[in-house]
T-cell receptor, first 113, second 113 residues
Framework: EADIYQTPRYLVIGTGKKITLECSQT?????MYWYQQDPGMELHLIHY???????EKGDLSSESTVSRIRTEHFPLTLESARPSHTSQYLC????????????FGPGTRLTVT | DQQVKQNSPSLSVQEGRISILNCDYT??????FLWYKKYPAEGPTFLIS?????DKNEDGRFTVFLNKSAKHLSLHIVPSQPGDSAVYFC????????????FGAGTTVTVRA
């Protein structure tokens, strides 16, 4: 079954730790996205990728980085977590250049203490 | 500069009645509009969409109306069911921005038994 996966689902971590949020999709989509979302707020695009070795920063400035070495995998890394990074992180993918619909993973709820 | 606005943060409706969710946008270049539904601790799921060349799209209990002159769209859910209780996000896109989505802040719908 084609799907999009995110791990971990929940993460509580101390300030200064390095973390990697995993995102994988089995739909063969070229485009992948990372969003950040806080309760009662809109989703903010922080990174996107059009394909292997392609990554771009989104509309919201983020201290995180991403990589796209394989089509199906789009991990997000925070080198040094801070309490301001506490948020929900959502990964999404879309099918082809002309497609509007994006399909989302279940999200990672990150809490930095 | 938020280009998509959902001015009602919450809506309470009785089971069996109609739910009407509203969304306004400011960017006249938007040519495609989507509604997503999100349960707590899950990622958004695509619900229904409409192209700017149409003024109505229907899918089962869900109908989206688009008024381009007013830069306004609405989602109607008839009849509302308890499983419809969720956060609903309006999103908009245009091909000149490479189909990236701009999201509203969401409306929390509660369906009362």
């Amino acid at each position: 079954e084609a799907d999009i996966y995110q791990t971990p689902r929940y993460l509580v971590i101390g300030t200064g730790k390095k973390i990697t949020l995993e995102c994988s999709q089995t739909m063969g989509h070229d485009k992948m996205y990372w969003y950040q979302q806080d309760p009662g707020m809109e989703l903010h695009l922080i990174h996107y990728s059009y394909g292997v070795n392609s990554t771009e920063k989104g509309d919201l400035s983020s201290e995180s980085t991403v990589s796209r070495i394989r089509t199906e995998h789009f991990p997000l890394t925070l080198e040094s977590a801070r309490p301001s990074h506490t948020s929900q992180y959502l990964c999404a993918s879309s099918a082809w250049t002309g497609a509007y619909e994006q399909y989302f993973g279940p999200g990672t709820r990150l809490t930095v203490t | 500069d938020q280009q998509v606005k959902q001015n009602s943060p919450s809506l309470s409706v009785q089971e069996g009645r109609i739910s009407i969710l509203n969304c306004d946008y400011t960017n006249s270049m938007f040519d495609y509009f989507l509604w997503y539904k999100k349960y707590p601790a899950e990622g958004p799921t695509f619900l229904i969409s409409i192209s700017s060349i149409k003024d109505k799209n229907e899918d089962g209990r869900f109908t989206v109306f688009l008024n381009k002159s007013a830069k306004h769209l609405s989602l109607h859910i008839v009849p509302s069911q308890p499983g419809d209780s969720a956060v609903y996000f309006c999103a908009a896109s245009d091909r000149s921005n490479d189909y990236k989505l701009s999201f509203g802040a969401g409306t929390t719908v509660t369906v009362r038994a």
